[in-house]
C-alpha cells in the first residue's frame, strides 16, 4: 500500500500572493458570467412563479425587456461587488484560486470593490483593450484594476492543504510527519 505524500510545496503555497495569469483570470471570469447567468435566471423564474401563484398572472420576460435589462445591470453590480466587497473573491475566482487585493496587498475595501465593478465593462468594451493591458503590464493589472488601485494574486488556501495532508491516519511516525509538513505557527 502506498504511502501518503503531502503535496510539494509549489502546488500549495509557491503561487500564493503571485500575481495571477491573464487565463487563470479569463476562465475565473467566464465561470462566474454562467454563475451570474444561472442566478439571473432562477431568480427571474422564482420571481414569475410567485407572482403566477400569488397573483394568477402570467408574466413573460419577452414583454418587459428594459425591466429585465435594468435587473440584469443591477444584479450582476451586486454580484460582483458585494462578493468582491466581501471577500475579495467571486464564486469563479474561489474556485481558481484567485483574490483581488489592493495595490499593495492588503484587502480591497468597499469603494475599491464598488469602482472596480463600475469600471470593468470599461476594460471589457473597446474589443477588450482594458483586459490586455493584463499581458503587459508587469503586475498583470487590467484597466479596471488599475483606476480601482487593485490586483488580482494566486491566493491558494495553502494552510488548509497542509493541515488536510496533517489529518491523514497513515502509517507514517508522528516525527518523520514532522519534517514532512512542519505543523504552523499561529494564523497566517
Same mark, same amino acid.
Given at each position: 500500500?502506498?504511502?501518503?505524500?503531502?503535496?510539494?510545496?509549489?502546488?500549495?503555497?509557491?503561487?500564493?500572493?503571485?500575481?495571477?495569469?491573464?487565463?487563470?483570470?479569463?476562465?475565473?471570469?467566464?465561470?462566474?458570467?454562467?454563475? =451570474?447567468?444561472? %442566478?439571473?435566471? /432562477?431568480?427571474?423564474?422564482?420571481?414569475?412563479?410567485?407572482?403566477? @401563484? *400569488?397573483? &394568477?398572472?402570467? #408574466?413573460?420576460?419577452?414583454?418587459?425587456?428594459?425591466?429585465?435589462?435594468?435587473?440584469?445591470?443591477?444584479?450582476?453590480?451586486?454580484?460582483?461587488?458585494?462578493?468582491?466587497?466581501?471577500?475579495?473573491?467571486?464564486?469563479?475566482?474561489?474556485?481558481?484560486?484567485?483574490?483581488?487585493?489592493?495595490?499593495?496587498?492588503?484587502?480591497?475595501?468597499?469603494?475599491?470593490?464598488?469602482?472596480?465593478?463600475?469600471?470593468?465593462?470599461?476594460?471589457?468594451?473597446?474589443?477588450? =483593450?482594458?483586459? %490586455?493591458?493584463? /499581458?503587459?503590464?508587469?503586475?498583470?493589472?487590467?484597466?479596471?484594476? @488599475? *483606476?480601482? &488601485?487593485?490586483? #488580482?494574486?494566486?491566493?491558494?488556501?495553502?494552510?488548509?492543504?497542509?493541515?488536510?495532508?496533517?489529518?491523514?491516519?497513515?502509517?507514517?511516525?508522528?516525527?518523520?510527519?514532522?519534517?514532512?509538513?512542519?505543523?504552523?505557527?499561529?494564523?497566517?
Amino acid at each position: 500500500m502506498a504511502m501518503l505524500q503531502p503535496p510539494p510545496p509549489e502546488m500549495t503555497v509557491g503561487r500564493q500572493g503571485h500575481y495571477a495569469g491573464v487565463v487563470s483570470r479569463l476562465v475565473a471570469f467566464g465561470v462566474d458570467i454562467g454563475a =451570474l447567468w444561472g %442566478l439571473y435566471t /432562477l431568480g427571474i423564474y422564482a420571481v414569475s412563479l410567485a407572482i403566477q @401563484l *400569488i397573483g &394568477g398572472k402570467s #408574466v413573460a420576460l419577452s414583454r418587459h425587456q428594459i425591466a429585465g435589462l435594468i435587473t440584469l445591470v443591477v444584479w450582476s453590480f451586486v454580484y460582483f461587488a458585494y462578493q468582491w466587497a466581501l471577500s475579495g473573491k467571486t464564486i469563479g475566482m474561489a474556485l481558481l484560486g484567485l483574490q483581488v487585493v489592493q495595490a499593495n496587498g492588503d484587502p480591497i475595501r468597499v469603494r475599491q470593490a464598488i469602482t472596480r465593478t463600475l469600471v470593468l465593462p470599461l476594460s471589457v468594451a473597446f474589443l477588450g =483593450l482594458g483586459l %490586455l493591458m493584463a /499581458l503587459v503590464q508587469k503586475e498583470r493589472r487590467a484597466l479596471h484594476d @488599475l *483606476i480601482a &488601485g487593485t490586483a #488580482v494574486v494566486y491566493a491558494w488556501d495553502a494552510r488548509a492543504a497542509r493541515l488536510r495532508w496533517l489529518a491523514q491516519k497513515d502509517p507514517v511516525a508522528p516525527s518523520t510527519r514532522a519534517a514532512i509538513a512542519p505543523p504552523l505557527s499561529g494564523p497566517t
